[in-house]
């Protein structure tokens, strides 16, 4: 989706390290989200934020944080509390949260483990 | 509790059949139910989506849905397939009504193959 800009395409991580995924967007909608997606597993939400400087978390929260200063970006902290990082993830927006408008999806940052 | 299935993990049809890609719910109240697929290495893309009116939705790409309320399914259909329909499909569902849990609720997905 040309509107949602997620960086870098691939990440890395050491033992112990946190890594950071970018996401930013210019579509002007309030609401962002980030999704895990393992093979077979679907999409797992881990955090939301409806608006600037609020988020919430999701089904799988553990060992992640977000931030939300601007409207255009909500970076995905993966810190080293979470054991089992390797997915692929997601961020995706839409105008509001519950509205009946579909969430737009960025192209994914796949992380791995060294 | 909300719920999404799509009973089956992979669909594989021939090229100019046609096909369906099943999709069933469980919410509360009204559910809003979306389509999306998804290419290798790549975001999921809308397809459609069904808020209310009309049980037949038309989306991108060729695609169409019918809601169906009685049975709670709202399966995805193709009149003709083409190879590069073949990727991985997501149903999601929200309950649009006010007070309910109002979470988008997702499928695992089902892998579509189309051979030539």
């Known amino acids: 989706d040309g509107g949602i800009t997620q960086s870098p395409k691939y990440l890395f991580r050491k033992e112990g390290q946190n890594v950071t995924l970018s996401c930013e967007q210019n579509?002007?909608?309030?609401?962002m989200y980030w999704y895990r997606q393992d093979p077979g597993q679907g999409l797992r939400l881990i955090y939301y934020s409806q608006i600037v400087n609020d988020f919430q978390k999701g089904d799988i929260a553990e060992g992640y944080s977000v931030s939300r200063e601007k409207k255009e970006s909500f970076p995905l902290t993966v810190t080293s509390a979470q054991k089992n990082p390797t997915a692929f993830y997601l961020c995706?927006?839409?105008?509001?949260?519950?509205?009946?408008?579909?969430?737009?999806f960025g192209d994914g940052t796949r992380l791995s483990i060294l | 509790a909300q719920s999404v299935a799509q009973p089956e993990d992979q669909v594989n049809v021939a090229e100019g059949n046609p096909l369906t890609v099943k999709c069933t719910y469980s919410?509360?109240?009204?559910?809003?139910l979306f389509w999306y697929v998804q290419y290798p290495n790549r975001g999921l893309q809308f397809l459609l989506k069904y808020i209310t009116g009309d049980n037949l939705v038309k989306g991108s790409y060729g695609f169409e849905a019918e809601f169906n309320k009685s049975q709670t399914s709202f399966h995805l259909k193709k009149p003709s397939a083409l190879v590069s329909d073949s990727a991985l499909y997501f149903c999601?569902?929200?309950?649009?009504?006010?007070?309910?849990?109002?979470?988008?609720?997702w499928g695992l997905g089902t892998s579509l193959a189309v051979n030539p």
């Open positions: 919410v509360s109240g009204n559910p809003y």
């Open positions: 995706a927006t839409s105008d509001r949260a519950y509205s009946n408008q579909p969430q737009h």
């Open positions: 999601a569902v929200r309950d649009g009504s006010a007070g309910n849990n109002r979470k988008l609720i």
């Open positions: 579509l002007n909608h309030d609401a």
